[in-house]
């Protein structure tokens, strides 16, 4: 496995997740799009307009994994799974 480019300075918090979950980024970094999909490949939530540190509404979603699509400015593309418990 290789990997070209740099990696991201990004990370999601809290995971697992109750009712909200927030993404930080590098200060160099800015978030143009934030995807949530779940396991059967629906999007759950978008937001073109994502400041780092707000606070994501994950409120309703059924339990379960999720895969977290994270765009950027520049056009670099970060995948993350989070969990959803609902306790």
Not at 1 to 29: C, H, M, Q, W
Not at 36 to 58: C, H, K, M, Q
């Given at each position: 496995?290789?990997?070209?480019?740099?990696?991201?300075?990004?990370?999601v918090y809290p995971n697992p997740v109750s009712d909200r979950?927030?993404?930080?980024?590098?200060?160099?970094?800015?978030?143009?799009?934030?995807?949530?999909?779940?396991?059967?490949?629906?999007?759950?939530?978008?937001?073109?307009?994502?400041?780092a540190g707000e606070s994501i509404i994950s409120k309703g979603?059924?339990?379960?994994?999720?895969?977290?699509?994270?765009?950027?400015?520049?056009?670099?593309?970060?995948?993350?799974?989070?969990?959803?418990?609902?306790?």
């Amino acid at each position: 496995l290789t990997f070209e480019g740099t990696p991201l300075d990004l990370s999601v918090y809290p995971n697992p997740v109750s009712d909200r979950f927030s993404i930080k980024v590098g200060a160099r970094e800015k978030i143009s799009k934030v995807e949530l999909f779940d396991s059967n490949g629906r999007r759950a939530i978008v937001s073109d307009r994502y400041t780092a540190g707000e606070s994501i509404i994950s409120k309703g979603l059924s339990a379960g994994t999720y895969v977290l699509k994270v765009t950027m400015n520049n056009g670099a593309v970060e995948i993350r799974k989070i969990v959803i418990s609902n306790k």
